[in-house]
């Protein structure tokens, strides 16, 4: 009896260990992105704008009507994140930038790729136009 239950576990435990090997990792690579070059500028329309909208990354939440501010859709995200957002004296502070930064704890929601965050700096550093 002692002896079956102990080869029961055997067997339960090598089976466990057989269903948790047999999982497939899938890694997703992703591509290592240079930093923005800084004599580039950075247009809000072309640039920044799209990163809150395309896949619906911050505007599923930040909508007219969602469930979080600001509204980050296309056409009016300037108009929430300038001046509230932004502070060009000491860009690092730009709670558009620190807040949902990938290396912030703070968002717990989704966060900005290190290429969106660097560009939103860059954006900011350059005077957080409407450009
Ligand atoms: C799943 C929903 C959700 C998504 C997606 C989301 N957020 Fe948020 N966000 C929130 C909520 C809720 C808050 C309110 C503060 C909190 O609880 O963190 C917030 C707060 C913020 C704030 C602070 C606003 C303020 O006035 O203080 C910023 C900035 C922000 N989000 C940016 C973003 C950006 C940029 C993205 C896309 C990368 C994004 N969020 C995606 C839910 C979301």
Known sequence: MFKTKHYLNFLMF???????????YDYIEYPVVAPPDPNDTVYFAQKIAPIFTTGDKCTSCHKAGGTASPDLSAGVSYGSIVPALINTSEPETSRIYWFPNPASSDHVWKKLSQNEADLILLWIQQGALNN
Do not use: R, W
């Open 14 to 24: 090598t089976s466990l260990i057989g269903i948790l090997a047999s999982c497939s």
